[in-house]
């Protein structure tokens, strides 16, 4: 098997460990940054290795409609293609099906709908999920499941139900992980019963590693980390467990503190383009006039490319003036972000001692009243 | 004075050099990438350095709207304020008013307009464009002007009059060229007397370096051409000549050869922003089919940061997705590309011996049949 999890140290719940990749070593816990497009929105490669990042996500859904994965194929797969060349994951196209397309028809064989870019009729089953992520050849692929609302029983029921008869259909479109590691995707909402349910499916399969679903997607925060707080355990500790879609600074830490090793999120990157950065004492919004003559970075405390050469005063400036480099910028600070706090949760794992608590204690108890402030 | 030219080796005409300012030596014949409001759109200032930019040109007008020049003076001037520690050039804002704003009065006094941001009365005078321009701290300023349409004698006559006053009234404000070296603006549109007596009054008052003003703003290129044979010869030999607002490859081209040492021009970054670009075989857009599957770079000779790292195929796909990293990678390219045009030249006056002629031969004969073809 190509991929595979050394957990390197636990400190109750929590695992510090290198995941084995193809394309090199994922330190973790880990943030991976979102290119959905075959790009992280406004940061270039370069950057992002200069930043620490090590796995990055990319969707199915949407280079399945553009450019297509026999392009992406053709011209040597995603990781020649986009300039990346450490690990790459692709999800399986399930969870924007379900939330951008308009759907057609969903049957026990997969799901047929329209194109949000130009209303073309597609359709995707377990089977050219995988077709597709193959082409696209990202070290981790993903089972196509069914993600809904988390929240209402008898919906999440039926998805579980149908993400694993989907995944049994990936597993055997897709049984060997010499190349690519499939993971398998739990589902069931907030409860209990029908996250094991999905866990006891998803091990007869026997994935190389696990990816809870259907959290951080309209349930509260207090839902969210109780579902975690059971649904976690429930994996297997020597795979790999990747918390789908969750990439808030509080959020992050506590999936750590309760066994998950990677996240991804387009959350570091979408407010960066809304002006908003992340900083030890919450979020900050750059456009505001309090920056306007403030000659400081973002956060003093950052060893980020832009907290390293601009001030907020710039930074604002470039926010109110449109500029698209305020774009890259606070991606970049907010990617750094998120990736120096995997960091310090690492290092605090493998100090011991109780030193991970006592950092998300403290990075909770600074951040939160930032953000409640 | 702070700033002063060495004129190293000339080949009829033309001219190779070197600029001194207070932030670094400008090698000529130099190109200047244009960052309007305190940024080189979509580029970092680490990625202009490596391409080997040294001058950039950024607006008074703009800047003078917002942030405003007490906001980047406090900031610890324009340098500091955007990360760019090499030579920066201010305009005087006259280009900008005259042709973005609306205009409510012009007297012999200066120049009462709207923002196009706010719509807010402002005014302009040659003292308080100098005062801007020392506030923001470029290492080059200019005189403010006013530049009309180049065709028209009676205007461009006019034209001439008032800038010659104004430069007179900006010489008395900014009579110390030790920290910023203030240049005159030739005027006088394609008309060689007009051209002969605007550069007459301007050498009277002994500018550090000279600017032809009002050409590429709607004259043909032959008369551009024609105008560059008569004007560009009654500014002195032993000061900078630069050539506003020009930045074709071929104009480039054309106003090496008549002996201009400096250039600036959005045209670059702009047209990168809309997907097109340059190549010794004329310009192409990024976005044509033909690209889809192209596995080559832009220009397999170019030696900039995305020919060396991305296919035309993905950067096809990013400027049909709307990426902004498509802005950037494209111009990045195109900055460089013309840098590389300068640096050839600059090599090729140095070799002597015709080669400046023989290059600028090569490269119009086979990048204008890519244009017209």
Redesign the interface.
């Known amino acids: 098997m190509s991929l595979y999890f050394d957990p390197v140290k636990t400190q109750n719940r929590a695992r510090a460990g290198v995941i084995h990749t193809p394309h090199g070593d994922i330190l973790t816990p880990a943030f991976a940054p979102v290119g959905t497009?075959?790009?992280v929105?406004?940061?270039?490669?370069?950057d992002l290795r200069e930043m620490g990042a090590t796995l990055i996500l990319s969707n199915t859904y949407h280079l399945f409609l553009?450019?297509g994965p026999d392009?992406v194929a053709?011209?040597?797969g995603l990781h020649r293609?986009?300039?990346w060349d450490r690990p790459i994951l692709t999800d399986s196209g399930g969870f924007q099906v379900f939330s951008l397309a308009q759907i057609n028809r969903i049957d026990a064989d997969g799901v047929t709908f329209r194109s949000h870019l130009d209303g073309s009729a597609r359709r995707l089953t377990p089977e050219s999920a995988m077709k597709i992520q193959e082409d696209l050849g990202a070290d981790i692929i993903m089972c196509f499941d069914q993600c809904p609302k988390p929240t209402d029983y008898a919906v999440a029921s039926a998805a579980v139900e149908r993400t694993s008869a989907w995944a049994r259909r990936c597993r055997s479109a897709h049984a060997d992980d010499s190349r690519q590691a499939l993971f398998g995707i739990q589902q069931g909402g907030v409860y209990e019963d029908l996250r094991a349910r999905s866990s006891a499916d998803l091990l007869a399969l026997d994935f190389p590693g696990y990816a809870i679903g259907g959290l951080a997607v309209g349930e509260t925060k207090q839902e969210m980390v109780a579902t975690l707080d059971f649904c976690v355990p429930m994996l297997p500790e020597n795979k790999p467990r990747y918390l789908m879609g969750v990439g808030a600074p509080d959020d992050l830490a506590h999936g750590v503190l309760r066994g998950i090793d990677f996240f991804d999120c387009v959350l570091p990157t979408r407010i960066a383009r809304h002006g908003a950065v992340f900083t030890p004492d919450g979020t900050l919004n750059m456009g505001n006039l309090a920056f306007?003559?403030d000659?400081q970075p973002i956060d003093p405390t950052c060893d980020c490319?832009t907290c390293q050469?601009?001030?907020r005063?710039?930074l604002?400036?470039?926010v109110?003036?449109r500029?698209?480099?305020a774009?890259?910028?606070l991606s970049i600070h907010n990617l750094r972000f998120l990736i120096r706090h995997m960091e310090a949760m690492r290092a605090a794992i493998l100090d011991g001692d109780g030193r991970l608590e006592a950092y998300v204690d403290m990075f909770l108890r600074r951040y939160l009243r930032g953000e409640t402030g």
């Open positions: 497009q075959a790009t929105k406004a940061v270039p490669p370069r553009r450019p392009l053709e011209m040597g293609f986009m300039g306007a003559r000659d490319a050469n601009f001030t005063s710039y604002r400036h470039l109110k003036a500029e698209l480099l774009h890259m910028l």
